[in-house]
């Protein structure tokens, strides 16, 4: 073989084994290196999408490991066991879409008038009621409480009828005033402009109440405080009975027993002195006269 070819081909693999142990020198060093992972934590993020004005429940979050680097300002992260439903409560001010991160500031403030707005169900409205510390239970009804509506007004009754048993039956059922309880288990939204218990719950005597009703109770609200006073009546913890049978209406005559008292001391007057209560009805023309019979 020619001498020439011999020394060019030795030089070929000297030049090979030399690019050889530089990259194996290299490519060497970089697998010694030390792989470092990066620390991971894990964020609150919804398990499915959410619509605004949604009441945060169980099954709507869940925990999403996040590298510890690119965790965000507001981002909500476990700390110990704590359940995903139990990170975050409240209502959504906003749509979030399946596992995107779920802020404390995507939650609607208690206190605002919009939280009101969106703690309201579907075909439900809120409507206010003037009232006073007489007609609130002294102050001590609140933001979540229950109560009945009771309406006090003034009432006339008037008949053509000369009749004086049938003016003495008004009388003896209606004087000038009757009070009835237009709606049950009303839930309490707001004391004017606060939609949360204060922290010290101390006792606040508002100047309006709203009330989470629908249309129909909407419109009996609203003609009930044209027509008289409202009061509220606070019903006990747990207490939503809402009584069917609808029972016969208070009245001032009804309330007392004054008339009563009268009307038996005029019978025992009539029984005494004889008297005929029994009337005759004369037509002479257009006019009527009504005289008691003997």
């Known amino acids: ?11 070929a693999v000297a030049v090979a084994l030399v690019v050889a142990m530089l990259v194996q020198v290299t490519l060497g ?20 999408d959410l619509s605004i004005g949604r009441e945060l429940k169980d099954g709507d979050l869940r925990w999403q490991s996040w590298p510890k680097g690119s965790v965000f300002a507001g981002a909500v ?13 409240g209502r959504l001010r906003r749509d979030v879409t399946e596992g995107e991160p779920v802020l404390r500031s995507a939650l609607l403030a208690e206190s605002k008038g919009n939280f009101v707005a969106a703690s309201l169900d579907p075909g439900m409205r809120a409507v206010a009621i003037k009232v006073s510390a007489e007609t609130m239970v002294g102050g001590f009804i609140g933001p979540g409480d229950r109560v009945d509506v009771i ?18 039956l008004i009388n003896k059922n209606l004087g000038k005033l ?11 939204l707001a004391i004017d402009q606060m939609a949360t218990r204060p922290d010290d719950d101390k006792i ?5 109440v709203s009330v989470a009703v629908d249309i129909h109770a909407a419109e009996k609200l609203a003609l009930a405080s044209e027509m008289g006073e409202l009061t509220l009546a606070l019903r006990g913890i747990g207490d939503d009975v809402v009584e069917a049978e609808r029972w016969p209406t208070m009245t001032d005559a009804r309330l007392t027993n004054i008339y ?11 029984n005494d002195s004889g008297l005929n209560t029994n009337i005759v009805r004369i037509y002479s023309g257009g006019q009527v006269q009504v005289v008691p019979t003997k």
């Open 1 to 11: 073989m020619n001498k020439n070819i011999l020394i060019v081909l030795g030089g």
């Open 260 to 270: 009563d008292e009268v009307q038996d001391e005029y019978e025992n007057f009539k």
């Open 151 to 168: 309406l006090v007004y003034k009432e006339k009754i008037t008949t053509e009828d000369d009749d004086p048993r049938v003016q003495d």
């Open 77 to 89: 992260i476990r700390k110990e066991d704590k359940k995903a439903s139990e990170a975050l409560e």
């Open 178 to 188: 009757a009070t009835e309880t237009i709606l049950q288990n009303v839930t309490v």
């Open 204 to 208: 606040k005597v508002g100047k309006t």
């Open 29 to 48: 060093g970089k697998k010694n290196q030390p792989v470092t992972m990066e620390e991971k934590l894990e964020v609150l993020v919804a398990a499915k």
